[in-house]
Structure formats: structure tokens, C-alpha cells
């Protein structure tokens, strides 16, 4: 374990051949900070970013880019959005919800873009509006 500063960065964990290798926690000068592994100095595995208000997101990396469903909270822990990524980019579901954990938004995603039905639902669950979208542009 060693600390090391980088801009406005500090890195706290392990290195080999210098580089970030194993787990480590990354803190910005703002109060942000990351904690999670690292394989050849990119994120891999899973990992935690918590803002300094308190929100958060939580995932996974492969090879430095999220892969699969990342959770992100609201500063209370209540989940906040549901979205899955494929190599970095966003392909597949994704959930938005209200603070009091009754869903919000729902649609999918393909290559970064909206693609298919999204519904938008009021908070009583009932449906407020419905969308259609086609590489990313509304098609209705």
C-alpha cells in the first residue's frame, strides 16, 4: 500500500511495475471518491463512486469500461437509476425511479442511444407518456 498524489487526485493502494494494480481508492480534491480494483491501472472489477453530497453509482469494469448494470443512489442510498452498458457504452435496460422507489422511466438503449419504447409513469404507477425512439431520435 502506498499513497500517491496526481493532480487533483490522491491514490491510495497497490501498486506493480507502477502502475495501479489490486484495490485502491481514488479521492478528488472535491470530496469525491472512487474505491474499487485495478488491473494495469484501469478500474476492473467491481467498483464504488460516491460524490461528496453523498450520491452514488456502483458497477462493474472490464478492461476500464463499465459492463452490465450499474445502480446509481440518491445521498439517502435510495437507488436512483438502473442502466446497463456494454463496453462503455449504454445497451440495454434502463430504470429511472422517484425517491420513493416507484418507477419513473423505463426503456432500453443501443449503442449509446435510445432505441424502442420509453415509457415515462407518474408516480401513482400509472403511465404519463409513452415514446418511440429509433437511433436515438423520437420516431412518434
Not at 13 to 20: A, D, I, K, L, N
Not at 109 to 118: A, I, P, Q, V, Y
Request: net charge negative.
Amino acid at each position: 500500500q502506498r499513497q500517491m498524489c496526481i493532480r487533483d487526485r490522491v491514490y491510495e493502494g497497490s501498486y506493480e511495475t507502477g502502475v495501479r494494480e489490486g484495490k485502491g481508492e481514488l479521492t478528488y480534491a472535491n470530496g469525491d471518491q472512487f474505491v474499487g480494483s485495478f488491473e494495469k491501472g484501469l478500474p476492473s472489477g467491481q467498483g464504488v463512486f460516491t460524490y461528496a453530497d453523498g450520491s452514488s453509482f456502483e458497477g462493474e469494469f472490464e478492461n476500464g469500461l463499465m459492463e452490465g448494470v450499474w445502480k446509481y443512489f440518491y445521498e439517502d442510498g435510495q437507488l436512483y437509476l438502473n442502466m446497463t452498458y456494454k463496453l462503455g457504452i449504454m445497451n440495454g435496460l434502463t430504470e429511472t425511479f422517484y425517491e420513493d422507489g416507484s418507477l419513473y422511466l423505463k426503456g432500453n438503449s443501443k449503442n449509446g442511444k435510445r432505441d424502442g419504447m420509453w415509457i415515462t409513469y407518474k408516480q401513482d404507477g400509472t403511465i404519463e407518456s409513452e415514446e418511440l425512439f429509433k437511433d436515438g431520435v423520437a420516431i412518434n
